[in-house]
């Protein structure tokens, strides 16, 4: 009999097939270009001011962070270069298996490629050659 395949079990293994790569964590020197993230417009920490502490053996041990885990809490795609928060993160890689912004950006270059696509189609007709006519004289 016929296997019934639904659209889903071809995106999961599509998916299987192309993960999503990991979003790379942001470094406060990259971070002030972004206020919020770009999926879900939750905002960002700010990037902490260059006051000069010069206790800084007081404030060392205490900056632990874990890996993985972005200190600035942005997370970027290295494909379209937005910064995403944690939870979107999870949500993208784990979830809906996309990028937000790399679906953004592909429709916005569709829409953008969509009128170009006309107009080229008239290319190689007209076939206007006068061979099929000889004329003899005698
Ligand atoms: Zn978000
Ligand atoms: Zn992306």
Known sequence: GLTLILSTHLARSYHHLFPLRNWVEVPWAEAARSTACFSCQSPFPEP??????????????AKAPAKGVSESGRYKCQVCDHHFCIDCDVFAHMVI?????CQSQSQQAAAAAAPLTDGVE?????????????????
Not at 48 to 61: L, V, Y
Not at 97 to 101: A, L
Not at 122 to 138: E, Q, R, V
């Open 48 to 61: 902490p001011k260059a006051n000069k502490e010069k206790g800084k053996d007081e404030a060392a041990p």
């Open 97 to 101: 298996h996309n990028c937000p912004g």
């Open 122 to 138: 008239a290319n190689g007709n007209g076939h206007t050659t006068n061979g099929g006519m000889m004329a003899i004289d005698g």
